[in-house]
């Protein structure tokens, strides 16, 4: 079946404006979690979903993020007031269940200018 | 806490020969998963293999073959005859049990390059 995707591949924006960045897990999966790679690092977590619900989003930086799954499937990570430092690949993975295996999507390169 | 780390930054070998990437984990948990993901140019996280706490046997897959010690809190991975398609950044993650990580986040370490040269 289809893997995770995500929408847009490249983003680019500049300091100040709004992002939304989507993604669309696989069919079935209940966890979806949201990672953020900046360049030579590991990927760090950011939010996760268990069905509709943020279950954790100890990883979000600050307000400026949020992220909704309203129907349980699709999810959308959302950036106000872009920073610079906002620059990263952003990942979403799927899995079953939460502890179980984790699928990545392509990633969302957003740059801020 | 927890934390992964890979302290090789970088490995280059030529082609055919034997890598060993290391990776050394810190949990509270006594119920947690150990996982590899390769990351090819492409830069799509690939999945390798998942590991639980409780099963300390080693593993074997093609060319692929995995070292798990708790004595030691290592998970290390070996890639036999290494090839150019296997360069890319690899790496170690831990996703903890029911004390600090309900959810299955996953912790990952730092990545390790390896280039395989012809």
């Known amino acids: 079946g289809a893997g995770v995707s995500q929408t847009p591949s490249n983003k680019v924006t500049e300091k100040g404006k709004y992002v939304e960045l989507r993604c669309d897990p696989i069919?079935?999966?209940?966890?979806l979690y949201w990672y953020r790679q900046s360049l030579g690092q590991g990927p760090e977590f950011l939010i996760y979903?268990?069905?509709?619900?943020?279950?954790?989003d100890s990883g979000l930086p600050n307000d400026r993020f949020f992220a909704v799954r309203p129907e349980g499937s699709v999810s959308t990570l959302k950036i106000q007031r872009t920073e610079r430092g906002d620059s990263a690949v952003y990942l979403c993975?799927?899995?079953?269940?939460?502890?179980?295996?984790?699928?990545f999507g392509p990633g969302t390169r957003l740059l801020v200018l | 806490a927890q934390k992964v780390t890979q302290a090789q930054t970088e490995i280059s070998v030529v082609e055919k020969e034997d890598v060993t990437l290391d990776c050394v984990y810190e949990t509270r948990d006594t119920t947690y998963y150990l996982f590899w993901y390769k990351q090819p140019p492409s830069g799509e996280l690939v999945f390798l293999i998942r590991r639980n706490s409780f099963d300390e046997q080693n593993e074997i897959s093609g060319r692929y073959s995995w070292n798990f010690q708790k004595s030691t809190s290592s998970f290390n991975f070996t890639i036999t005859a290494s090839q150019v398609v296997d360069s890319a950044v690899y790496f170690c993650a831990l996703s903890g049990g029911m004390i600090y990580n309900q959810g299955g986040k996953l912790i990952f370490g730092q990545g390790t390059e390896l280039s395989v040269k012809p």
């Open positions: 993975a799927s899995s079953f269940a939460s502890h179980e295996t984790q699928y």
């Open positions: 979903f268990q069905g509709t619900g943020a279950a954790d």
């Open positions: 069919s079935g999966h209940t966890a």
